[in-house]
């Protein structure tokens, strides 16, 4: 399996542009996250899937940030409009659901967003 | 809200040192802890523990859980320079499917 595929792997862009970060999860996994990671923050999360459905965004900061999950396959992450404190690694991670609870979370590469 | 605590922020040893870290963590309806190491990449999961599997050991690797004192420890044996990374603790609570990750440990093992 290719694991969690996220791209770009980087992305610079300036304050006010539109960003969209993808995600395509471990096929067979229900369950899909999104994080954020900063120094300052550590690793939060913005919010989770589960068979498509967000259940959870409690964690994305504000309106600018918005995510959809359109098949078992896909998923995007978009910002808009930029900021500088943006700036984060953003992982998309995705698991399977057991009887006993989630097994472990698989993480992507992460995409390096710097917004100027 | 749950909190999840990790110490020491960072440390840094010698090849072939042992190493214990620590995760504290207050949660309700506590269900599972895990361990990741992260490289300057993604974090790679290393053990998960529960109610019913409360010790863990893989090569040079171990973990326990002690769920009425609520904390876990890692260790590291005979430590390598590829040790060298941040090592996060999670913690899964029932009924939601979400983890809450603590700081994280910084790990520096020099040759």
């Known amino acids: 399996d290719a694991g969690v595929i996220q791209s770009p792997r980087h992305e610079v862009t300036e304050m006010g542009q539109e960003v969209t970060l993808r995600c395509k999860p471990i096929s067979g996994h229900d369950y899909l996250f999104w994080y954020r990671q900063t120094m300052m923050r550590g690793l939060e999360l913005l919010i989770y899937f589960n068979n498509n459905v967000p259940i959870d965004d409690s964690g994305m900061p504000e309106d600018r940030f918005s995510a959809k999950m359109p098949n078992a396959s896909f998923s995007t992450l978009k910002i808009q409009p930029s900021e500088p404190r943006d700036s984060a690694v953003y992982f998309c991670?995705?698991?399977?659901?057991?009887?006993?609870?989630?097994?472990?979370?698989?993480f992507g590469p992460g995409t390096r967003l710097t917004v100027t | 809200e749950d909190k999840v605590v990790q110490s020491p922020l960072s440390l840094v040893v010698h090849e072939g040192d042992t190493v214990t870290l620590n995760c504290s963590y207050e949660v309700t309806n506590f269900r599972s802890l895990l361990w990741y190491k992260q490289e300057k990449k993604a974090p790679t999961f290393l053990f998960m523990l529960?109610?019913?599997?409360i010790e863990k050991k893989s090569g040079r690797l171990s973990s326990i859980l002690d769920k009425k004192e609520l904390f876990s420890i890692l260790n590291i044996t005979a430590t390598q320079t590829g040790d060298s990374a941040v090592y996060l603790c999670?913690?899964?609570?029932?009924?939601?499917?979400?983890?809450?990750f603590g700081a994280g440990t910084t790990v520096t093992v020099r040759a």
């Open positions: 529960t109610s019913s599997g």
């Open positions: 991670a995705s698991s399977l659901l057991w009887t006993g609870g989630l097994y472990e979370q698989y």
């Open positions: 999670a913690v899964g609570v029932a009924n939601d499917y979400k983890l809450s």
